[in-house]
């Protein structure tokens, strides 16, 4: 779980989604939501209303059992905390700072 | 940004046959997840192993897996992929053989070839899929439906107690066992990792959720995200269920690594040895 790396974009496939919302039950901040309209194949995709709120933590793109979802990490801005961030979590997020060093080196899923 | 028409996974573009994607599996159907599970083992080990490593698949929705991937596949008969897989191995030790398969391919058709390739401990990785019927052919009863379960076989409730397959495998011989649910992610994909490269007979049982058949008649739940929720509640980790009692665990789904032994020798070792012995009487 990456603590304040900028999301750029979620990239859902038009061909490959077939609108199971596995990926919004796996989200925990609540980042993506079905839109209203039918896309050529008649499914209505998820997309990423609330961006700001992505921590990176890949969910919703391991329970996507098409391969139709993938998180795309800026790599060059970071993302500014939300406000209950900077309350609460503060010390949560230096913690780990320190896990994110050891992840960059590695394969990205890796832990450890 | 990457326009949504032509996006493309990175794994998927790096290991799967992307032109004949979409799956053809159901919507929320847990056998993608069990793809993605495999594939990202294969990702960290790297890709000298991924190179020397062959699928093996039975019929069933399974057999579909391996198919998707950029590797060599053998679509085998039902039930018989393990008899294959072992004819691999035996004549190519060198390769890593992999092979998925069903409940019913494997505990029901199969049964007979499972428990011997476990006796003889030979080094193939098994990755059982198991979603408690058979789904490709309408949601029939198989050895894994749980007691008092409605199938289309058994529309007055199941009357006969399903297998246990890590004990049974236990028993059989077999040398890496676990047992995990397609919720269960990283785990499952930290065993399928160590199945591969570990000696001998590793059997790796993943429940997934087939919404279709087993969400809509034995769990009442045709959603996926419903199933995968019912997966987190209901699993219970092999440490706790110790001091369970039997009826506390009635109808939950213990999970974890259940064994890894190594003190027992790998079948194409005993072949080689084999061999030169012969060699060297015959001169």
Redesign the interface.
Known sequence: MASQVKVQQIAVSDKLCKGCYLCIWACPWDVLEISEERNWRGVKKPYAARIDQCRACRLCEWYCPDFALQVIVDEKEKRELLEVEEKYERPWLERVRKRDEIIKEGVWWLED | ??P??E??????KKY?RTEI???A?C???????I??MIL?AF??LGQEEWDRTVFVSGIGCSGWTPLYFRRDAAHTLHGRALAFATALKASRPDLNVVVVMGDGDSMGIGGNHLIHAARRNIGITAIIATNMLYSLTGGQMSPTTPEGARTNTTPYGNIEPNFDLMELLKAAGATYLARWTTYH??QAKNSIKKAVKHKGFAAIEIVFQC?TYAGRYILNRPD??DM??WFKENSIPLGVAKNKSPEELKGKIIVGEYLHRTDRKEYTERLRELEERAKGKGR
């Open positions: 940004m990457i949504e028409a996006f493309e996974h990175v794994l998927a799967m994607m979409p799956h599996f919507p929320g159907c847990g056998l993608g997840i793809e993605r990202m990702e960290e992610f990283i919404p996926p995200r995968l929720q």
